[in-house]
């Protein structure tokens, strides 16, 4: 007879398949989602390898926040007192770790004179992961309070 994970282990083992199927789909997909315009420029040849690089960096970021996500869901609605705080961590941490395959992908189709295009992405960007700095910021500094 075998025996089930405990409940954490399943869902780290969850969170783990998630995390690999996260990656290997915005990696194989980005060009996909976000195609390049028609006559879009593209970088010298000996420039490609970096934003290679970069591009699976930024899938390896998203399949760790689809893992964090998952793994971090309970301890955050279990968590004491301020919820809100809490919270607002959780989802700051999210957004960090998921933001910069979409965030990057938009900036290499966005038209080189569309500062209207230009706006949204800082807005929907740009302000969101300096509010989610500022709240990890007043996480740490409560948690270093309450620990003296």
């Keep these: ?13 969850t969170a783990a398949f998630a995390a690999g199927a996260a990656v290997l789909a915005t990696f194989a997909l980005g060009r996909v989602v976000w195609p390049d315009p028609p006559g879009a420029i593209t970088p010298p040849a000996d420039l490609v390898p970096y934003f ?15 893992a964090y996500a998952i793994v971090a869901l309970p301890a955050t609605r279990h968590a004491p007192k301020p919820a809100r705080l809490t919270w607002a961590v959780y ?20 038209g080189h004179h569309d500062f209207a295009g230009l706006a949204r992405i800082e807005y929907l960007f740009h302000v969101p992961l300096m509010v989610g700095a500022a709240c990890v910021a007043l996480y740490t500094l409560q948690a270093r309070r309450e620990t003296r």
């Design 52 to 66: 290679l690089i970069l591009s699976v960096v930024e899938s390896l970021l998203f399949g760790a926040g689809v």
């Design 1 to 13: 007879m075998t025996t089930l994970p405990s409940p954490a282990r399943a869902t780290r083992i």
């Design 91 to 110: 989802l700051s941490v999210c957004f960090m770790l998921l933001s910069w395959w979409p965030h990057d992908n938009l900036h290499r189709v966005l």
